[in-house]
């Protein structure tokens, strides 16, 4: 009986530390999946300054979003985004609609660059995207049809978009 209640304390003490570890490396963990998944679907480097994720306010931060340009193009970014604030109502996780109580786009700034040969910089990524984005759609809409029920709807009670910026090149 005595090592029966050892073993559960080990492994209690090792989920605590296990959930511990987790909640700590959330911020990188997400910040880590922008980047990798991000370059993956615009075949061109994503990277993000920083994530801050608050799951018991429901809250969360992105600061720094850059999507680079396709190699052949003058600018170094595409589109770049000081911040994006999220602040979702915890009561409304689960139900639908999804409440989204505030959604803030800071500084958000679009640099479209027209190519010698034609098409632009903003063309190039999103045929990158839609391209790679094609299984997984498939498999999206493969899930969708065997399971029952409404499509998620989502209510954005505030929302603010300010200091946009939008240059063309040739």
Do not use: F, M, Y
């Given at each position: 009986m005595k090592k029966a209640l050892i073993a559960i304390g080990?492994?209690?003490?090792?989920?605590?530390l296990g959930v511990t570890w987790f909640l700590g490396s959330l911020d990188g963990i997400v910040k880590k999946q922008i980047e990798v998944v991000g370059?993956?679907?615009?075949?061109?480097?994503?990277?993000?300054?920083?994530?801050?994720?608050?799951?018991?306010?429901?809250?969360g931060r992105i600061t720094g979003l850059t999507v680079a340009n396709p190699k052949g193009y003058q600018a170094d970014h595409a589109f770049k985004m000081k911040l994006l604030h999220l602040d979702i109502d915890l009561p409304s996780v689960g139900n639908n609609p999804l409440i989204i109580k505030e959604?803030?786009?800071?500084?958000?700034a679009v640099n479209m660059e027209m190519h010698q040969k034609?098409?632009?910089?903003?063309?190039?990524?999103?045929?990158?995207?839609?391209?790679?984005?094609?299984?997984?759609?498939?498999?999206?809409?493969?899930?969708?049809?065997?399971?029952?029920?409404?499509?998620?709807?989502?209510v954005i009670r505030n929302l603010v978009v300010r200091d946009v910026g939008y240059s063309v090149h040739s």
């Open positions: 080990v492994v209690l003490v090792l989920v605590i370059t993956e679907l615009t075949g061109t480097n994503v990277s993000v300054g920083g994530v801050n994720i608050e799951l018991a306010g429901g809250s959604l803030v786009i800071d500084a958000p034609g098409g632009s910089n903003l063309k190039e990524i999103s045929d990158n995207v839609s391209a790679n984005t094609a299984a997984a759609d498939k498999q999206a809409t493969k899930a969708q049809q065997e399971t029952e029920g409404e499509p998620l709807r989502i």
